[in-house]
Nanobody, 122 residues
Framework: VQLQACGGGLVQAGGSLRFSCAASGRTFRSNGMGWFRQAPGKEREFVAT????????YYEMGVKGRFTISRDNAKNTVYLQMNSVKPEDTAVYYC????????????????WGQGTQVTVSS
């Protein structure tokens, strides 16, 4: 599975941003999907995950209620809608595909996108 994310950029605090991540191959439906982020000097951290069917979602507590993960299996694409962004959301964001139905754990993701920068100005 190859993952291509797009949608990063510069946004003001309180604004919105939407990521998409397109997957190649015919195995997209068999992968749980997730979004992670990594700020400078910090470890990569979980943001959100969605199950293969899209029926289960989990969020990091700091983004719950502001971010929404979704997927379109017909388009092999997973999305992350970011609303009410804060300066602390500044990071490189990664989409990833897991061999599990859903997961919060970095080691349970087998495939990773290239990362896309989000900068939130105050």
């Amino acid at each position: 599975v190859q993952l291509q994310a797009c949608g990063g950029g510069l946004v003001q605090a309180g604004g919105s941003l939407r990521f998409s991540c397109a997957a190649s191959g015919r195995t997209f439906r068999s992968n749980g999907m997730g979004w992670f982020r990594q700020a400078p000097g910090k470890e990569r951290e979980f943001v959100a995950t969605i199950s293969r069917s899209g029926g289960i979602t989990y969020y990091e507590m700091g983004v719950k209620g502001r971010f929404t993960i979704s997927r379109d299996n017909a388009k092999n694409t997973v999305y992350l809608q970011m609303n009410s962004v804060k300066p602390e959301d500044t990071a490189v964001y990664y989409c990833a595909a897991s061999f599990k139905d859903w997961s919060r754990a970095v080691p349970e993701y087998r495939y990773w996108g290239q990362g896309t920068q989000v900068t939130v100005s105050s």
